[in-house]
């Protein structure tokens, strides 16, 4: 039974204190005071609340001239102890007399201050109004309030309104009851039953009737209809967002006018919460002198009068709402913002709240509704607010379902402490990602809610009793819908039931009210003074009375075992679902056994399907589950890869935890960490935990605490399990043990049975108990201290702190548990970057601070002794330092020791005389972007081996499934084109990143991108890259491979000059001026001692053309070297032996010899390299030339390369091969650079001995024959249609790329015409002849550069020089590095880029540039073969470009070319003799080391035209693609010796050539066949010579192999090499296709073999092993693109039909013949010829398109030759040349009246000269728009040259026809001509062709009159004026001073000079006519 009130309060208007602080500016006094107040002593268990005053006037005590109406409101206090007292006030008005205290002078400010204080004007409902009150009086009457309340501890708001009503109602009315008596029964004779007890029926005294019904439970809470007002006012969604504010502890305020409604509010809100109690602070109705309150901290929830709304507007984390208005106001600053809650309870409770609030929303669109019938009685509001309650309590019951199964008891004896367990709700419940449940777990309600709710062993309630039943209830809700409101209703039944109103209205109640009005009543006395002695005794007497025993019986709720409701699944429970099917699952158990079986390879090939697997949740939970089944005793000591892998595993179950541990597996691998072991070395052991400390869950505070908690229920449950069996032992009946079913009880049911029995037990028992859990806490408290350390502490922590980077050191903090681990920041001066210093000391001492507050906070909270607990801090320095001491020996050995198992590391296949160089690097061979289907096999683990040849990379691939393949990439030292670190490379499989990689490129085409291991240290790699770099360039030749298998030098050869480059002083400076004059185009000055070896020189200025200056400087050192050593001196036995020299011998075959009478002789003239140092020693020369002639020559071509035949054809025509002719000096450059002579003898730069030798060579070539017509009838050769038609027969497709290249009409095959300097130069024959026959044929057509602006050659010779565009080494360097990129890119290449490999190919130009090389080849064949010209080669320094096209051409005419040994010989003629710079374009000069030149492909773009008429022609070659990789790999591979020169004097100065020629040709059959060789094959190398040349007295020491010697063994052996296609035709010529289309790209640039590396070393790849064709029958084989050899994997029909002879003989006993001679004893059936009619037109089918081509090629220097009549011809008139002019045609000077100048174009030309210049007028287009070619524009100051489009003659495209139609017709040209203008920017005149057009009001120039496109416009609309202008200087030339005028316009001033006065005053008048 408790007092009805506790206090009863008069409280007054104070007006002593209101004098007293009415002068305090701005502040609103206090003028309230308690009168009275009873009983004047406090109660002993309820002690009185001060400042009850402010809370009685909310607004302040104010004085009012208006009597207002009593008002009753509840207000609620809240004391120390969160107590709720609750203050019911009733307030009416008193009269006060004003008196005047003050002099009259302060009469006016009293009254003032009065007015200003208290006396607000009063609306109607008596809320204070901002209006101005009427100025008071000094006599008005004034009123105060004042104020009767209650105090008390129930919540009876309507009680106490009755009470004080019938007080009030006693007082106004006067009635005859004592005040006294009153408050005396209300304080002291009415007694309320707790909650259960029965309905109290009372009386205060005053002839009134009250009841007062108890509710049915303490702990529900009662509203009345508040929370339905609530969700009138404000709607749903509202009210649940403030629910979600109310539970994640948000401060919220109300707003509103009425008291009343700010109360109910807030309780409403509070209600909803159930069953959780809201803890902070609540103040319904907080006074305004109070409201700087709002600005507090904590969470709250308040309310205002929304009077006071402008007060406090800079609230920016408090919610607001506004009851009046029904606005709930967010701020948006608010942080964290509010959360709502999760997806599926927020939908389902607004559909739950609108069916309550709404009953008939669902039927309202409904054509025919349902007609219910009209229940008898309506919902009251009160019945409606008690469903949306019951709402709200279903709502968190769901929400919390499953709660008591991770509660965690901790102590039972002598009080229950209980915990929960957090992260294990969440993750078991799957709302880890909500944040409302999340923030709802931290906060300060949940911990009262499982304070209050946790223990097993209490009385339940309503919110109990449905959460046990919830599941049951939604089960049946599913199967029937309109189940759920059944559900509600009954629920909101039982809540209704709770507040006990049906009591109320059985008994009719009498309460005493004041009459309507009493209130004004004008001479109302005041409220009398109450007799305080009285009151006491009634209240004393009271207390007497009821001190007897109770007179009824409460309904107590009786304690009970609290059900458990809904389980959540254990922590190890699984529930497979759709990403882990049991089948998964069971994979999982597969491999954990496995491994723990050992057979570890097996667990490998599942090792990725369970990584995958350990993604999810359930297969972690199965990980746990399994290695706890594994463990028997304290510890599992592995083998290292069994430990690897179950480290592997535990990292990657750890890996995705959220650092919460939600799924408790790190609870579950934590015991783990300390049991698997692995033994290091003896007495080393490392355990798990050193390998999975770097997961953020170790550093959390909240996952320690409870995992401790968890493993202290464990241990706290087993004990009283303990001591059960032994009292079942001991057989004690006990009734409740008898019905335990068998299963062992949980923790809750422990407690249960204990808090039941407690009040049983003695209390020495009692202590024993809680001593023995107190222990066990200590002993989990000493482990748990144990198990932190080995988690926190590094195993690198004794490391020294500079050699390893610094790991951030930090716990997380959580901000909900109270006393965190890191409470202050004192880790170090850098917190939060973890320790600067990091040494042990350091972190031993944080780990120990961490470990010390882990345990004040475990420890307080389990209740253990301080004693204990200062023990625990005793101890933990001492376990850190032990452990920190023990981790050293284990770092140690764990870094010797791999982490991994690593595979073994394969050793390489070596070839004979191959060693490795370094150690092997383990390493990753990682991915790179080749698009193949061998990315399965990579990324591959192995290691990269260094030999003194190779880069091999050795492993296998990473994939289990793959993972007993070999990959193999390799490529040869000499070809490394780059070599790059790289960093930070991903590796999947191990999920690992790697700090160190290396990315290598060769120009083999093949791409190695590795990434270390991290047992590789930096200084092994960097150690790796400083060998590799030296073996790339070594310090000589003879250091590369071909030479170092093979013993020391050569005897009797002196070596090369190895001198330090730079050993003295004097060479340095003489070096360095050498080059400074090299880059300035100066010659070496010749030395006077004389020697046999004139000088040569690279270098020259003409060498800028071809050579970049790093080439010049290159060759200018190395010759220069080589220049002081004086010639060895021949005999006339090593002339002899020259002269047996294979090319040699061919040209003997051809006809060159002088037995053979064709006008040649072979000659010595360079035996010593006297004559050019790059040629052979022997050459080929005319009769007529002697050998002094020809040496004096040289001077005359660059290099002193002479053009010397090389190739004869049948019909006599000859290709001649040369250099570029060099002008005589530099003085005769510079004069001639304006233009060109007609007549040879007019060249400055023309050498007499040149005429001689070409005449000498045009004599040998056979006579002219007339151009028979119908030779050409089949095809249509007339200029035009050749123009015209060309587009449309012959034109190349062209791609998107290539237009956008060659958009300007640039010929396709021309390459990047626009990197070639200056116009192209053509050189014309006898001008009546060309002009008359343009197609006259000539004897020799001479293929020269465009930048040799005159040509050397006489016409009269009958000879032409055709300038050509071709793809020069400054091209091909940049489309091989682009074409390198596409096929071997370092990373995969985005085809959203636009980056697929066509385009890259497409964009490398490479294919253009073999297109470019085709199509000249084509040229020279046709020239020679169908023209019977000759053909004379002489591009750059004829060493290049001149052996592509030479080689190329002689391969299509001549079919010996096409067979093994003649293209041995063509490559040893072409490139080997004459010069080809191998090791100069490999870049494999020693001197090369410290430059940047890159690698040049010429060679390889010739074997890749090869392969093209390959592929074209298969079968007119002998030898096979197969052969033609093999060269172009073994070209870069420094294996073979044959291309490591530069030119033949250098092989002979090593002694090569001389050992060579002594030996003979290899090649020679004699020589191989019977004699001396080994019939086994075996030893690959002892078969390369014949055996006597090997043997010990022969000097044949280290001068490597010959590739060739090396093929043709090989060939003998197998027809690896050998096309079987091949048929031997003579005389076939080849004439191939060479548009980009017909071409395909080279499969040796994207294939590789990762079986065995590159196929190219036979020895290593076992090519050669004979196929056993009977294992294969019938057998399964998987053959892998990219992977396998298909050549040896599938071999065609003709190999496998040779190797069943081969068997077949063998199995009869037969020496086995070798193949060839089988071969070749096959016999060809004869097949009878098809019979056909052949056309005139089907014979020159073939021809046709290389006829065409061919004269495209020629036509480019011959278009002065056009017909007239497409022209216009010049309109001549005689000018006299007052200023010099340079004649237009012979550059030479005009002067006086001798010139002739055109009036339409302005040309000027010599008399003389008028009927040489070009024909076609610039001015006019040609006649009837016929499509002519591309016109010549003369203009002065022109070198004789074709403009920049006349090289595209022959390949107009489209584009060119659409601009001959466009407008530049007559009437839009109203006025045209030259005009200098002056550049706005630099200043300099340049001439421009200007078009004034008066249609398109525009002043348009041109770069020349023919151009389509302006390079500029001028707006005529802009300009302001015409004027003439000041003279300026021209250049060097005379002006005419009237001959400039200015054209001003808005923008600029353009400055013009026309060559003379009258076109300038011309110019002016049209411009002004224009602008008029």
């Known amino acids: 039974m408790s007092r009805l009130a506790d206090y009863f309060v008069i409280v007054g208007y104070d007006s002593d204190k209101e004098k007293t602080a009415s002068n305090v500016c701005g502040q609103q006094p206090t003028c309230g005071k308690i009168v009275q107040r009873f009983p004047e002593k406090d109660w002993p268990d309820t002690p009185f609340i001060e400042g009850i005053e402010w809370f009685c006037q909310p607004l302040g005590w104010c004085l009012s001239y208006e009597k207002q109406e009593p008002k009753f409101f509840v207000s609620v206090l809240t004391d120390i102890d969160a107590n709720k007292h609750y203050c019911a006030c009733l307030s009416f008005h008193e009269t006060v007399a004003i008196t005047q205290t003050r002099s009259v002078d302060d009469e006016d400010e009293t009254i003032g201050n009065n007015r200003l204080l208290g006396a607000t004007a009063s609306s109607t409902d008596g809320i204070a109004a901002a209006a101005t009150p009427a100025p008071i009086t000094h006599h008005s009457v004034m009123y105060a309030p004042k104020c009767l309340v209650l105090i008390s501890r129930l919540d009876c708001a309507d009680t106490f309104k009755n009470c004080l009503g019938t007080i009030y109602t006693v007082y106004i009315e006067n009635l005859a009851y004592a005040l006294e008596t009153l408050i005396g029964n209300i304080l002291g004779c009415i007694q309320v039953p707790p909650a259960g007890g029965p309905q109290v029926r009372f009386s205060i005294g005053a002839g009134d009737k009250q009841s007062l019904q108890p509710p049915q439970s303490s702990s529900l809470p009662t509203t009345g209809s508040g929370v339905h007002f609530l969700f009138k006012q404000l709607g749903i969604k509202n009210v649940l967002i403030l629910l979600c504010a109310v539970m994640t502890e948000n401060k919220i305020l109300f707003l509103s006018k009425c008291y009343w409604h700010l109360t109910d509010s807030c309780r409403a809100l509070v209600a909803l919460m159930y069953p959780f109690r809201y803890t902070h602070v609540y103040i319904p109705i907080l006074p305004a002198p109070l409201t700087e309150v709002l600005s507090t901290p904590t969470p709250f929830i308040m309310g205002i009068h929304s009077s006071l709304q402008t007060e406090i507007t800079d609230l920016l984390d408090v919610i607001v709402v506004d009851l009046d208005g029904g606005l709930v106001t967010i701020p948006e600053s608010l942080t964290p913002p509010v959360p709502i809650l999760p997806s599926p309870l927020w939908e389902q409770t607004q559909d739950l709240l609108s069916m309550i609030l709404f009953p008939n929303l669902a039927q309202a669109d409904l054509a025919f509704p349902t007609l219910e019938r009209p229940s008898a009685l309506a919902k009251t509001d009160a019945q409606i607010d008690k469903e949306l309650r019951a709402i709200f309590m279903r709502l968190f019951a769901q929400l919390l379902q499953g709660y008591r199964s991770c509660l965690t008891i901790i102590r039972i004896h002598p009080k229950p402490v209980i915990t929960f367990h957090k992260a294990g709700f969440l993750g078991a419940r799957d709302l880890i990602e909500s944040e409302f449940l999340f923030r709802v777990l931290d906060s300060m309600f949940f911990t009262t809610f499982v304070n209050e709710r946790g223990p097993p062993w209490r009385a339940s309630d309503a919110w109990d009793e449905l959460y046990s039943s919830m599941n049951e209830l939604l089960k049946s809700e599913a199967q029937n819908r309109n189940l759920i409101l059944t559900h509600i209703q009954e629920l909101g039944r039982v809540l209704y039931e709770n507040e006990g109103t049906l009591a109320h209205i059985n008994y009719a109640q009498k309460v005493l009210r004041p009459p309507e009005g009493a209130f004004q009543r004008i001479h109302q006395p005041a409220f009398p003074r109450i007799s305080s002695e009285k009151v006491e005794l009634i209240i004393q007497e009271g207390i007497r009375k009821n001190g007897v025993p109770q007179r009824f019986h409460v309904t107590r709720n009786q304690h009970r075992i609290i059900p458990m409701g809904p389980r959540l699944p254990e922590a190890l429970d699984v529930r497979p679902n759709v990403q882990n099917s049991a089948r998964r699952l069971e994979v999982l158990r597969i491999c954990v056994s496995y491994i723990f079986e050992n057979r570890i390879t097996d667990a490998r090939k599942l090792l990725p399907a369970v990584m995958r697997t350990l993604m999810h949740r359930d297969a972690r939970l199965i990980l746990c589950r399994e290695f706890f089944g594994y463990v028997h005793g304290n510890k599992a000591v592995l083998d290292h890869q069994q430990f690897e892998l179950v480290v592997r595993f535990m990292n990657k179950a750890l890996h995705k935890s959220s650092g919460i541990d939600e799924y408790t ?347 270390f291991d991290p047992e590789v240290t930096p200084e092994q790699i960097e150690s790796f890259r400083k060998i590799l770099s030296k073996a790339r360039h070594p310090f000589d030749e003879f250091e590369y491979f071909a030479f170092q298998s093979y013993g020391t030098m050569l005897q009797g050869v002196a070596p090369l000059k190895t001198k330090e480059k730079y050993s003295t002083l004097k060479g340095f400076a003489k070096k360095t001026l050498l080059r400074g004059a090299k880059k300035a185009g100066f010659k070496q000055k010749q030395q006077t001692k004389r020697k046999l070896v004139s000088e040569f020189d690279y270098g020259s200025a003409d060498a800028q053309e071809t050579q970049s200056i790093d080439d010049e400087l290159e060759d200018g050192d190395e010759f220069e070297t080589q220049n002081n050593a004086m010639p060895r001196l021949l005999t006339t036995k090593d002339v002899e032996r020259m002269r047996e020299r294979s090319y040699v011998q061919d040209w003997k075959r051809l006809g060159f010899d002088a037995e053979a009478q064709r006008g040649f002789r072979i000659s010595n003239a360079n035996t010593s390299y006297a004559t050019c140092r790059s040629y052979p020693a022997i050459i080929v020369a005319p009769v007529q030339c002697s050998d002094a002639a020809i040496m004096h020559l040289g001077r005359c071509f660059k290099g002193q390369r002479i053009p010397l035949p090389t190739w004869r054809h049948a019909n006599g025509a000859l290709l001649i091969r040369g250099g570029q002719p060099n002008s005589k000096s530099v003085i005769g450059m510079l004069k001639n650079t304006t233009g060109s002579n007609t007549n040879a003898h007019h060249d400055v730069t023309h050498y007499p001995e040149q005429d001689k030798y070409f005449l000498a060579l045009i004599n040998t070539m056979p006579k002219l024959t007339p151009l ?705």
Request: hydrophobic residues 35%.
């Open 1268 to 1972: 028979a017509h119908n030779q050409y009838s089949g095809m249509n050769l007339s200029m035009s249609s050749l123009m015209g038609h060309s587009s449309s027969d012959d034109r190349q497709p062209l791609t998107p790329e290539l237009s956008r290249k060659h958009k300007n009409n640039l010929d396709v095959s021309d390459g990047n015409k626009s990197s070639q300097g200056g116009k192209s130069g053509t050189m014309k024959g006898n001008p009546k002849n060309s002009s008359a026959h343009p197609f006259r044929k000539m004897r020799l057509y001479a293929l020269g550069e465009k930048s040799q602006a005159k040509s050397n050659m006489n016409v009269d010779f009958c000879a032409d020089f055709i300038p050509v565009d071709y793809p020069d080494i400054r091209q091909s360097r940049p489309a091989f590095k682009k074409l390198i990129r596409a096929c071997m890119p370092s990373h995969n290449t985005n085809e959203a880029d636009g980056q697929s490999f066509a385009k890259m190919v497409e964009q490398s130009d490479w294919l253009q540039q073999i297109s470019s090389l085709m199509q000249l080849a084509g040229a020279v064949v046709d020239l020679i073969d169908l023209q019977e010209s000759s053909v004379m080669l002489s591009l750059e320094d004829g060493s290049d470009v001149t052996s592509q096209l030479s080689s190329i051409a002689q391969l299509c005419l001549d079919p010996y070319y096409r067979s093994l040994d003649g293209f041995r010989v063509l490559v040893e003629k072409e490139w080997l003799a004459f010069g080809h710079r191998f090791a100069h374009r490999s870049n494999l000069k020693p001197s090369h080391a410290n430059t940047n030149i890159a690698f040049a492909p010429t060679f390889l773009q010739f074997l890749d035209v090869v392969h093209q008429l390959q592929r074209q022609f298969p079968m007119a070659f002998e030898f096979n693609d197969f052969y033609l990789r093999f060269l172009a790999y073994h070209s870069v591979s420094c294996r073979f010796r044959t291309f490591l020169f530069d030119c033949e004097l250098e092989r002979s100065d090593s002694g090569i050539a001389a050992m060579e020629d002594k030996r003979g040709s290899l090649n020679a059959k004699s020589m191989f066949g019977t004699g001396g060789m080994a019939t086994n094959g075996s030893d690959d190398e002892c078969n390369v010579y014949p055996m006597d040349i090997r043997s010990q007295r022969t000097p044949l020491n280290r001068i490597g192999h010959s590739i060739f010697d090396y093929i043709e063994r090989q060939h003998n052996k197998t027809p690896i090499f050998y096309n079987f296609l091949y048929s031997a035709d003579k005389g076939v010529i080849l004439r191939p296709q060479n548009n980009v289309a017909a071409l395909d790209l080279w499969s040796y640039y994207t294939n590789e073999e990762l079986a065995q590396g590159a196929p190219y070393d036979l020895e290593v790849t076992t090519v050669d092993d004979e196929i056993d064709l009977s294992e294969m029958k019938g057998k399964r084989m998987v053959v892998t693109a990219g992977y396998d050899n298909l050549e040896k994997c599938n071999p065609n029909a003709y190999v496998c039909l040779l190797s069943e002879v081969k068997q077949a003989e063998t199995e009869r006993g037969h020496l086995p013949q070798k193949w060839l001679q089988v071969w070749n004893s096959l016999v060809v059936p004869q097949v009878e010829p098809a019979a056909s009619n052949t056309s005139l037109g089907n014979i020159y089918v073939q021809t046709h398109q290389h006829k065409r081509s061919t004269l495209e090629i020629i036509m480019k220097g011959r278009l002065a030759g056009y017909q007239d009549k497409y022209f216009h011809p010049h309109r001549f008139e005689k000018h006299p040349y007052t200023t010099p002019t340079n004649c237009n045609h012979c550059t030479k000077l005009l002067w006086g009246p001798v010139g002739y100048r055109c009036m339409d174009c302005g040309n000027s030309y010599h008399e003389k000269c008028t009927e040489h210049s070009m024909k076609n007028c610039t001015k006019y287009k040609a006649i009837d728009g016929a499509v002519g070619p591309p016109n010549v524009n003369m203009s002065q100051g022109d070198t004789a040259s074709i403009a920049s489009s006349a090289a595209t003659t022959a390949r107009t495209s489209s584009h060119h026809f659409y601009n001959q139609f466009s407008s530049n017709v007559a009437e839009n040209r109203t006025h045209e001509g030259h005009l200098y203008k002056r550049g706005a920017l630099l200043k300099g005149w340049k001439q421009r062709w200007f078009v004034l057009d008066s249609i398109k009001h525009q002043l348009r120039y041109y770069d020349t009159s023919e151009d389509t496109a302006p390079k500029g416009i001028i707006e005529l609309a802009e300009v302001q004026s015409v004027t003439a202008a000041q003279p300026a200087q021209i250049g060097a030339k005379r002006v005419d001073e009237k001959g400039f005028f200015d054209l001003k316009t808005s923008k600029r001033t353009y400055n013009f000079y026309a060559v003379n006065a009258n076109l300038a005053q011309e110019w002016i008048e049209k411009l002004q006519a224009c602008l008029q």
């Open 665 to 1011: 597996v790190a609870a579950a691998l934590l015991p783990m960490s300390t049991i698997f072991c692995r033994k290091l070395s003896t007495g080393v052991v490392q355990f798990a935990y050193t390998e999975i400390q770097d997961h953020a869950i170790w550093k959390n505070h909240q996952f320690w605490e409870s995992t401790f908690f968890q493993d202290v229920q464990g241990q706290i449950k087993a004990l009283y399990l303990l001591q059960r069996r032994q009292n079942e032992h001991q057989k004690e009946a006990n009734c409740v043990l008898d019905e335990v079913p068998l299963e062992e009880p949980t923790a809750l049911e422990i407690t249960a049975e204990q808090l039941r029995k407690s009040p049983t037990i003695e209390e020495e028992k009692k202590a024993e108990l809680a001593k023995s859990e107190e222990s066990t806490l200590y002993s989990q408290a000493i482990h748990f201290a144990n198990r932190m350390v080995s988690l926190l502490i590094p195993l690198d922590v004794n490391v020294d702190a500079a050699s390893k980077p610094k790991p951030a050191f930090r716990l997380e903090e959580n901000q909900s548990v109270s006393n965190s681990i890191m409470g202050s920041h004192s880790l170090s001066e850098h917190s939060d970057e973890g320790f600067e210093e990091n040494n042990a000391l350091e972190i031993g001492v944080t780990v120990g601070k961490t470990i010390s507050r882990f345990i004040d906070s475990v420890c307080t909270e389990g209740g253990v002794t301080s004693e204990h607990i200062r023990n625990l801090h005793d101890m933990v320095p001492g376990v850190v330092h032990m452990h920190i001491e023990s981790l050293e020996p284990v770092y140690l050995e764990a870094k010797r020791h791999p982490h991994v198992q690593k595979p073994k590391i394969q050793t390489p296949c070596l070839l004979p005389g191959e060693d490795l160089v370094t150690d092997h690097l383990r390493c990753f061979l990682m991915p790179d972007g080749r698009e193949d289907e061998t990315q399965c096999l990579i990324p591959a683990e192995g290691a990269l081996f260094l030999t003194n040849y190779r880069v091999v990379f050795k492993g296998s691939p990473c994939d289990p499934l793959y993972c007993e393949q070999v990959i193999v990439r390799t490529f040869p030292i000499a070809s490394l084109l780059k070599e790059k670190k790289i960093s930070v490379l991903y590796l999947a499989h191990l999920d690992q990143t790697l700090t160190e990689g290396l990315q290598l490129r060769s120009s083999s085409f093949q791409l190695i991108k590795v990434a």
